[in-house]
């Protein structure tokens, strides 16, 4: 939050209301964030519920599908009135949301698509967004892959051990910094054109790809990562800090796995 240099005394209180002489101004914010643009936001949005959403079937990266299923459907519908109420009935402080991207997969295109809708917008699709790959645990439980593989699938959630044939938690941090770092350079490249504006944009996207986002914005250790449970349809908030040449130079999280219905 900016300082108003107007507010500071050149005298402080000290102890037992002494005063003594500040020996430096307070430094303004304004100056230090010179080199910054306007904020970026952006909303994640997690797909709805599907089939293999409610029997804890994995479900990745690799596989286009399944779709949304009845309730997925109806959960999207609720995240899009949450997504169009930012900047109209909540967040009041934040811009409305212009752009939405999605993954490529079924799922994510369905709820991106519902979003778009409800904001009159259209679908980007971001193949970066996509889920972790599970390769050879594709479609199993957990319990399942216990049997088949000890507690790799434990060590796998502990950022240890990419899955056999798919991705680890390092993988897909990998990938959505490049998102994120994307989107920063594209916020510059439209503010260098004159339009320097606070902008906030939705992206729809995955249970790991989300926590795998925050985890790589915040620089929280990778073994907290899977604690993270951004649960179906939530929202999580970014905000991006950039400079004019388009880098990340600070981020914020807003909130993580905001419910929606």
């Known amino acids: ?117 409800r904001l009159g917008l259209h679908v980007e699709t971001e193949p970066l967004l996509r889920e972790v790959e599970f390769g050879r645990w594709e479609g199993l439980t957990a319990e399942q892959i216990v049997l088949q593989d000890g507690d790799a699938v434990h060590r796998w959630r502990f950022g240890e051990i990419a899955a056999p044939g798919g991705e680890s938690f390092d993988d897909v941090g990998a990938r959505l910094d490049e998102v994120l770092r994307g989107f920063a350079a594209e916020h510059a490249r439209l503010s260098e054109s004159g339009d320097d504006v606070e902008r906030a944009w939705s992206a729809v996207a995955h249970a790991v790809a989300i926590k795998c986002a925050v985890g790589v914005s915040l620089g929280v250790d990778k073994r907290s990562w899977g604690a993270m449970w951004p649960e179906p349809a939530s929202l999580t908030i970014l905000q991006l800090r950039v400079s004019r040449e388009g880098d990340i130079v600070e981020r914020h999280l807003m909130c993580l796995g905001a419910p929606t219905h």
Request: avoid cysteine.
């Open 1 to 117: 939050m900016r300082q108003d240099p107007r507010a500071w005394d050149d005298r402080v209180s000290g102890e037992q209301g002494a005063s003594v002489e500040a020996t430096a101004p307070l430094v303004s914010l304004e100056s230090s964030e010179a080199h910054l643009i306007s904020p970026l936001t952006i909303v994640l949005v997690r797909h709805g519920v599907t089939d293999m959403t409610v029997t804890r079937n994995f479900s990745g990266g690799q596989v286009e599908g399944p779709g949304l299923n009845a309730a997925g459907r109806v959960q999207a519908a609720k995240a899009a009135d949450a997504v169009y109420a930012i900047g109209r009935k909540s967040w009041m402080k934040l811009p409305r949301v212009s752009r939405v991207f999605a993954s490529p997969l079924t799922r994510t295109q369905e709820t991106g698509a519902a979003v778009a809708r």
